[in-house]
Each structure stands twice: as structure tokens, then as C-alpha cells.
């Protein structure tokens, strides 16, 4: 079946350091979906990429998927003590409304 | 702000009754998903419903049935616990072709 696949798996930087995730899908993708999930808490939606090497930006973010629409990346700039938690990516199953969401990427920030 | 609100925070039930997680969601989301989110296996889907009275099986639908009776509500049973059953459950609710708002989650521990 369709898999996404993320690394790396963990993730440990001091602050003001830079972060990406990188994320893989076995078939290509109509779109591709961010999560973050805070220690505790629930995944909140980030963002959706829809246009083959689309990059958006939500202020320290960047988010960008790839030409083929099959692989998709996160980048952090100057990490917070904020930032922590767990990064998901997510992609759409065949035509459906259901997500394959990769394992995740956790992050943790030395202040 | 769309609310996704899952009964309990936290359950404890024995092995061998049935457990009713209940979802509300208040934004008239026509898409409604029960995932278990557990350590090193991430989030898995149970069971999906994009109408009311409606229902797809996921990647783990065994030992669980759903219920959609109204729009805005979203149960999943669990007809006979067991321990594997033990995990994190989140509910989340959609508008077809965007991202997911999930639920605070219910831990459910079966002992």
C-alpha cells in the first residue's frame, strides 16, 4: 500500500540553529499536508501544497514540495524553544479524503 | 474557530467491555476519521466516514466498529477491549480537499 516515509526520525538542535524534515510517498500525490504535534497535545494542520514545486513560507517555516510531487521538505530557520514538538507529514490515500501521515520527525530545542 | 471535542481525556476500562469514544465537531465537516496514534507506529488510521450513516474501513479497523448518525457526531466502539487496544485516540473532522482538525485525543488504558 501507499507509504510516506520521513526522516530523520529525531531531530536535536540548539536554538538559533537551522532544521529541515524531509518527506518521501511511494506514489505520487495530489497534495501534501503539515502537521505539528506539541509534547502533550494534538496535530495542528501547518499547511497544504498542492502545485508541483510549490514552496510557501509561514514566517521562520519554508515549506516546499517537489516537482514530481512525490517528496516534500520542512525547513526551520533560527530554531525556538517554540518549535518543539513533532512534525508530520501527510498525503492524500488514491483519490480519497483519508491521510497516510508519516511516522514524524520530533524535534527538541536546546535553549 | 473549528472545535473538535472528544468526550474524555482519559479512560480506564477492563478487558472484555465496551467502550464508547464519542466526537463532536461544530463546523459542519461532511468528513469525520478515527485514527490510534501509538510510539513507533504513528498515526494509523481506524475508520473514515464522509457522510452521515456512512462509513470506509481504514488500515485497522479490526476490533472496532463506528457509528454516524448525525453530522457532527462521530463514535467509535470498541465491542469487546482488549489490552492491545491500549493508545491514544484521535478524532479529527474535514472539509473534502483540506487539512484535518483534530481532537484533544482520548488515552485509553485497558487493563
Known amino acids: 500500500g501507499q507509504q510516506v516515509m520521513q526522516i530523520p526520525q529525531y531531530q536535536h538542535v540548539q536554538e538559533g540553529e537551522d532544521f529541515t524534515t524531509y518527506c518521501n510517498s511511494s506514489?505520487?500525490?495530489?497534495?501534501i499536508q503539515w502537521y505539528k504535534q506539541r509534547p502533550g497535545g494534538h496535530p495542528v494542520f501547518l499547511i497544504q501544497?498542492?502545485?508541483?514545486?510549490e514552496v510557501k513560507k509561514q514566517k521562520r517555516l519554508t515549506f516546499q514540495f517537489g516537482e514530481a510531487k512525490k517528496n516534500s521538505s520542512l525547513h526551520i530557520t533560527a530554531t525556538q524553544t517554540t518549535d518543539v514538538g513533532t512534525y508530520f507529514c501527510?498525503?492524500?490515500?488514491?483519490?480519497?479524503?483519508?491521510?497516510?501521515f508519516g511516522k514524524g520527525t520530533k524535534l527538541t530545542v536546546n535553549p | 474557530d473549528v472545535k473538535v471535542t472528544q468526550s474524555s481525556r482519559y479512560l480506564v476500562k477492563r478487558t472484555g467491555e465496551k467502550v464508547f469514544l464519542e466526537c463532536v465537531q461544530d463546523?459542519?465537516?461532511?468528513?469525520m476519521f478515527w485514527y490510534r496514534q501509538d510510539p513507533g507506529l504513528g498515526l494509523r488510521l481506524i475508520y473514515f466516514?464522509?457522510?452521515?450513516?456512512?462509513?470506509e474501513k481504514g488500515d485497522i479497523p479490526e476490533g472496532y466498529s463506528v457509528s454516524r448518525e448525525k453530522k457532527e457526531r462521530f463514535s467509535l466502539i470498541l465491542e469487546s477491549a482488549s489490552t492491545n487496544q491500549t493508545s491514544m485516540y484521535l478524532c479529527?473532522?474535514?472539509?473534502?480537499?483540506?487539512?484535518?482538525?483534530f481532537g484533544s485525543g482520548t488515552r485509553l488504558t485497558v487493563v
Open positions: 506514489t505520487t500525490l495530489s497534495n
Open positions: 501544497l498542492v502545485k508541483s514545486g
Open positions: 479529527a473532522s474535514s472539509f473534502s480537499g483540506h487539512g484535518y482538525t
Open positions: 501527510a498525503g492524500p490515500q488514491g483519490g480519497s479524503e483519508k491521510l497516510v
Open positions: 463546523m459542519d465537516h461532511e468528513n
Open positions: 466516514s464522509y457522510d452521515v450513516k456512512m462509513k
